[in-house]
């Protein structure tokens, strides 16, 4: 991805704004997106050591969110407003139509995992994911956490408020609550339905801010 000549991983984070004020943001190149408060800009996608994340232009994500280094969204994918997707030390993989909701936290562990995750996942506000495996058509509810080398099976949902243990592996199509998390029940088509629902909302919630004026 192009970045502008300027811009080095050496640049500090937050820049400050034109000297004239003028709304137009010190950077514009495809994938690179700033906010602008009180007179400061705000790089909020930006690279880490030379990597840079690499954002389709069918993607959405929030001039509030952050994502930072060696990170790749699919097609359609959203990152939402405050969320945090931090790829520096080690990378994140997001997969086609799925969604990072408001102040989400994705990061791996040094050296050891990365985070990946599927198609067609969402991942609620407030959740946190980290050095973990979400497969396929998994809903990660809200405040869920998510720990070091976990793998959700395809087609799963952790539900709000769990805690997923590091090392644990949830099966595919399972229902998993509580803390610590503990599979509840096998999931159905109507469970299934119900997590594909939820991407869909987001999908359309993509089409309809990326046609906003920004
Ligand atoms: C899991 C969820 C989908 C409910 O599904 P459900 O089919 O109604 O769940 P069930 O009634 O089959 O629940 C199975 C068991 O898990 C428990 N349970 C369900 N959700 C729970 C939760 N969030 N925390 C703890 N226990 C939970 C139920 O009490 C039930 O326990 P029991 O067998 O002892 O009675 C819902 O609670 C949830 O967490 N949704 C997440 C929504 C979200 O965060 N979306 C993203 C933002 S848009």
């Known amino acids: 991805m192009a970045l502008a000549p300027s811009l080095s991983h050496h640049e500090p984070a937050i820049l400050l704004y034109q ?18 408060t009180h007179g400061y800009t705000i790089l909020m996608i930006r690279p880490w050591q030379g990597r840079t994340p690499v954002i389709p232009a069918s993607c959405y994500v929030d001039v509030s969110a952050q994502i930072i280094g060696d990170v790749v969204l699919g097609e359609n994918s959203s990152v939402w407003m405050n969320a ?26 040094r050296y050891k ?26 809903l990660i509810g809200m405040g869920a956490t998510v720990m ?28 998993v609550a509580g803390v610590p998390g503990k599979v509840r029940r096998e999931l159905g088509p109507e469970d299934r339905d119900l997590i594909l629902q939820y991407a869909r909302n987001y999908l359309d919630y993509v089409k309809i801010y990326l046609a906003e004026p920004r």
């Open 148 to 175: 070091n080398n976990a793998r959700i099976g395809e087609g799963s949902i952790v539900a709000a408020g769990a805690v997923i243990a590091e090392n644990t592996v949830i099966p595919p199509r399972s229902l």
């Open 84 to 109: 945090v997707v931090r790829g520096d030390v080690h990378h994140i993989r997001i997969g086609a139509n799925s969604n990072v909701q408001d102040c989400a936290v994705l990061h791996g562990m």
């Open 19 to 36: 000297p004239d004020h003028s709304p137009t943001p010190i950077l514009e190149a495809p994938g690179l997106r700033a906010s602008t």
């Open 113 to 138: 995992y990365p985070v990946i995750v599927g198609d067609w996942v969402t991942i609620g506000h407030n959740a946190t994911v980290h050095g973990c495996v979400v497969e396929d058509a998994c």
